[in-house]
């Protein structure tokens, strides 16, 4: 697993109190994971934070799985 | 129209003497300090280097570590306190649509407003605000995360009057169930304030005690060489609920809220009215509003926060209101031992009022060393010691920043 991906599951387990085993790449965050609407908001944030990236609204929008967040932090990661 | 009977159901309390309503009472009748070092951050360039803090409290032994996350700490107190009071008021039957949550909080989230400050400052003024910070921070997210974590759907905020906070929420709660509006109100206050901005505003103020060298004896109401208030935090609460219906479902009663009153000194923002006839308004509004006349009273829990200039005040009022009285009655600030918690203080001084007529046992003003020649000594201030007494009747004082005062009296049950 990359680096990116390492962190991604790390900030996921945190922020959503969830195990490690439950953190898949096809995960979604509201549907798997127990996350509402601000928990979504907060994880953002802090892959913005953590990757000193800026997520648009638009953008954030489509990132609802565990692997969509890894992808695009991937492509997008300075 | 006529009021409905209101009565307690419940109690829970988290304290710095203890965690429990129980073992609250324990610290009270032992008459022991909850001051000691501030643990919750650095202080050492503070001119007030200890609190009451609630000893060794670690949110992950209340709420999974997700939930806490997302709470303030004033609010993690409130539901602590509450769960021990919906739990000793055995709530389980009662319909869910008649019973409100009246909470009160002086101030709200300060630890979280302070730490998402911090944070975009030192940052490069890209605002990056935790979504929960404003749901934390608010003061009503106390009485909100009560009623979704019991589902509770009836009347439903939080009081703020700075140290009345408390006193206020319960004359609410009282108030709506006196009229019908609800069947059973959880009510209470906690405060969180134990901050960097907490003591160095009130350092500020000049209003806490710079008893570094003994903590323990710093909170002194009533002594002459007392030198302000010690900061404390932590929550109590009451179940309220109308007489007839605890009677019917055969719960447990504590006691009776049979009055409450409320004035404005309409004098300073921060300073007392020395001649305190703002204090004097609202204990004789709560006498009329119980029915009752000085002399039915037998114990006053006052507000006595340990400043020079608030102490006085109120036994000048206490003696105009009571009269002769005043010398038969037990006073006490157990401010002395829990520290001010602010928003808290009426809910814990309440709890405190109703053990007391429990046990028949005064929990004592601790820390008295050197008479204060400004105070009438015939006053039985309950120094040092708890006494033993017949309490029929107690009533709770407490006053806030703002100029608001409040005062509740509670009775022994009788039909």
């Known amino acids: 697993m990359s680096e990116i991906a390492e962190k991604v599951k790390a900030i996921i387990i945190d922020k959503l109190g969830v195990e490690a085993s439950e953190v898949t790449p096809e995960a979604s965050f509201t549907n798997d994971l127990g996350a509402d609407s601000l928990d979504t908001v907060e994880l953002i944030m802090e892959f913005e934070k953590e990757f000193n990236v800026s997520i648009p609204d638009d953008q954030a929008e489509n990132i609802g799985t565990v692997g969509q967040a890894i992808s695009y932090l991937e492509e997008h990661a300075k | ?415």
Not at chain 2, 41 to 62: I, L, M
Not at chain 2, 258 to 283: C, F, K, Q, W
Not at chain 2, 302 to 318: M, N, Q
């Open chain 2, 1 to 415: 129209m006529s009021l409905r009977r209101v009565v307690v159901t419940g109690l829970g309390a988290i304290t710095p003497l203890g965690k429990t309503a129980p073992a609250y009472w324990e610290g009270l009748q032992a008459g022991v300090s909850g001051a000691a070092p501030i643990t919750r951050f650095d202080a050492s360039k503070f001119k007030t280097r200890f609190a009451c803090e609630v000893k060794d409290y670690n949110p992950d032994s209340y709420f999974p570590t997700k939930e806490g996350r997302k709470m303030d700490i004033f609010t993690q107190f409130a539901l602590i306190a509450a769960d021990e009071a919906i739990q000793d008021a055995k709530l389980e039957g009662v319909d869910k649509d008649r019973v409100g949550v009246i909470w009160g909080s002086g101030i709200g989230g300060l630890t979280s407003l302070q730490a998402e400050c911090i944070a975009f400052a030192n940052g490069d003024g890209t605002p990056r605000f935790n979504p929960f910070f404003i749901p934390k921070m608010i003061a009503d997210s106390a009485s909100g995360n009560i009623s979704i974590r019991h589902k509770f759907r009836g009347p439903n905020f939080v009081t703020t009057s700075a140290c009345a906070s408390s006193s206020d929420s319960i004359i609410s709660a009282f108030n709506y169930i006196r009229l019908n509006m609800a069947d059973v109100v959880v009510t209470g206050g906690s405060e969180a304030a134990i901050t960097e901005s907490g003591v160095g505003g009130f350092n500020a103020l000049k209003a806490m005690s710079e008893r570094n060298d003994a903590p323990e004896q710093a909170s002194r109401p009533y002594d002459k060489e007392r030198d302000g208030f010690v900061l404390g935090e932590g929550a109590a609460s009451l179940v309220l609920e109308e007489y007839e219906h605890a009677k019917a479902r055969g719960a447990k009663i504590y006691a009776e809220l049979i009055g409450g009153g409320m004035s404005a000194d309409a004098y300073h923002i921060t300073a007392p009215d020395p001649e305190g006839n703002g204090v004097v308004l609202v204990m004789q509004n709560a006498l009329r509003d119980a029915g009752i006349t000085p002399a039915d009273v037998d114990y006053i829990n006052t507000h006595g926060t340990s400043t020079p200039l608030g102490d006085g005040a109120e036994v000048k009022a206490i003696q105009k209101v009571f009269g002769e009285h005043a010398y038969d009655l037990n006073i006490s600030s157990t401010k002395s031992m829990t520290g001010h918690l602010l928003g808290g203080a009426g809910a814990i001084e309440a709890v405190a009022c109703i053990l007391a007529m429990q046990h028949n046992i005064v929990p004592p003003t601790i820390n008295h060393f050197t008479d204060d020649p400004e105070l009438d000594p015939k006053l039985n201030f309950t120094f040092n010691k708890a006494q033993e007494r017949e309490v029929n009747v107690a009533m709770s004082n407490t006053f806030g920043f703002g100029g608001h005062n409040t005062s509740v009296i509670f009775r022994k049950i009788r039909d």
